[in-house]
């Protein structure tokens, strides 16, 4: 029998499951559940904005969570530099009535890639933000890949991508003008320091913590721009991001501060500038130098 071209080689589609696990159906009644229930009860429980703004001001007034609540690395040349997905989450917590999470739609080790989804979701408002993305297996370093093969290291180079796009889904849903706040709250907590020690002796802190991580004065100065007796509490509140941004690995001590290399350039104008030797200087072993040989003549000894 004949059949018209487009049949003849028409995909023939792949053949459905024929049934859904036990475990399946029951995680899928599971999350549709939940997700109703986390409705319903938003719609019972509105926020309370000025409670809000109350749990946000005293949580940010805390130093632990102010260090954690901003970034920096370098990238190209330039410092990049933000919120963390740590000041995310508080504020989604301090905001109520936000679901949010990240899930690993598919994984291909053969490719080397995972595709993703990260998303936000406000009970109340029903504003909803998310995006889909690909994560290589792959970790880059001063411009080269490596491929990851260990599935740790897979999963935690998903874990970080992830947590990058879930952040800025929290921040979708979420006011500017709360998230504006919380960084100003933050800051100003940074810049107070923790404690009531005096300026001078978490100068000392400070200098000290970043001796133990092979960090001379004179790099902290030169990063900082200024002799560390002039150093404010904005300064010290900028070397603890540099501090926990190094502890989580965002950055390294090098990047940050980098070793001090003499140029050519350098080394030949400091060796023109030092004083020349007169004619009658001794040679080493108490000699003079012969009329032949001395500075200057042109002659081959």
């Known amino acids: 029998m004949n059949y018209p071209a487009e049949q003849q080689y028409a995909p023939v589609p ?14 899928q009644s599971r999350a549709v559940a939940e997700v109703q229930a986390a409705v319903i009860v938003a719609r019972q429980f509105p926020r309370n904005e000025a409670q809000a703004i109350a749990k946000m001001r005293t949580g940010f007034a805390q130093h632990s969570l102010a260090v954690r609540s901003f970034f920096r690395f370098s990238r190209g040349g330039s410092t990049v530099s933000g919120e963390t997905i740590q000041f995310a989450k508080e504020l989604a917590r301090c905001w109520t009535n936000i679901h949010y999470g ?27 933000a998310s995006t889909t993305f690909i994560v290589p297996h792959t970790r880059w370093a001063k411009g080269s890949g490596t491929r990851l ?6 999963y935690e180079n998903n874990s970080n991508n992830g947590a990058r796009r879930l952040r800025e889904m929290i921040f979708s849903v979420l006011p500017d003008w709360f998230r504006e706040q919380a960084k100003t709250i933050a800051t100003n907590t940074l810049e107070k320091g923790q404690g009531d020690k005096p300026l001078a ?16 004065l004179e ?7 200024r002799a560390s007796e002039k150093w404010t509490n904005l300064d010290l509140g900028q070397l603890s991001i540099i501090s926990e941004s190094i502890r989580r690995g965002e950055v390294t001590v090098d990047e940050e501060f980098p070793q001090q290399r003499v140029t050519v350039g350098e080394i030949r104008q400091q060796a023109s500038a030092a004083p020349r030797p007169p004619e009658n200087t001794p040679a080493p072993g108490g000699s003079e130098w012969p009329d032949a040989a001395k500075p200057g003549s042109g002659a081959r000894a």
């Not at 792949?14 to 995680?27: H, R």
């Not at 093969?149 to 897979?154: G, K, L, M, Q, S």
């Not at 002796?201 to 001379?216: K, S, Y």
């Open 149 to 154: 093969e260990d599935p740790r290291d897979v």
């Open 219 to 225: 790099q902290l100065e030169e990063n900082r721009n």
């Open 102 to 128: 990240v899930h690993e739609l598919r994984r291909d080790d053969a490719a080397g890639e995972s595709e993703m989804q990260a998303w936000a979701w406000d009970l109340e408002t029903n504003e909803r």
């Open 14 to 27: 792949a053949p459905a499951p024929s049934f859904i696990g036990q475990g399946t159906a029951v995680e």
């Open 201 to 216: 002796q978490r100068t000392a802190d400070c200098i000290a913590h970043f001796e133990g991580l092979g960090v001379t």
